[in-house]
């Protein structure tokens, strides 16, 4: 039994991707890529329910034609915010979300409503990693391949 460990540790370290994020104030920052054309930073948000995106970055991606209206549209909905306030917001799918090496696709977003709000990445595509680890002291988080 002693020798399973440091053969499942290994295996997971072979198979993960580590990712190197900014730290402000015990906020994370990381990298991204939206439907293949967009590079920009994003705040991890474990606790929204959603990606979400402000509307300047989601009329950029309507301009680039990765964002198709009415074809990626949702149903909106009302969020819940930090603040307890409420919020309607318009939705759309994200045809692929990239972070570090690793793609998913068909990721649920939320438009908010403010153009100075941060990129969040929240439970819509966290979901779709499925398992991250995140690692406070060193600025990193590991994603299994």
């Known amino acids: 039994m002693k020798h399973l460990i440091p053969i499942l540790l290994l295996t ?3 198979q993960a991707q580590v990712i190197k994020v900014k730290n402000e104030n015990g906020v994370l920052f990381m990298p991204i890529k939206i439907n293949g054309v967009l590079k920009i930073e994003a705040m991890l948000d ?3 329910a959603e990606c979400n995106i402000p509307p300047c970055v989601a009329n950029t991606l309507i301009r680039t034609n990765t964002l198709l209206v009415p074809e990626h549209l949702l149903s909106s ?3 819940t915010l930090a ?4 919020q309607e917001c318009r939705r ?3 045809k692929s979300l990239r972070i570090g090496n690793k793609t998913i696709y068909n990721v649920e977003c939320s ?3 403010n153009d100075n709000a941060p ?3 929240g439970g819509s595509a966290l979901k779709k990693l499925k398992v991250i680890k995140i690692d406070y002291k060193n600025n990193i988080i590991t994603i299994p391949k």
Request: net charge positive.
């Open 12 to 14: 997971f370290s072979i």
């Open 92 to 94: 759309f799918m994200i």
């Open 46 to 48: 474990t606790g929204a």
């Open 111 to 113: 438009v908010s409503k």
């Open 83 to 86: 603040d307890g306030s409420t």
């Open 119 to 121: 990129i969040l990445i």
């Open 77 to 79: 909905k009302i969020y």
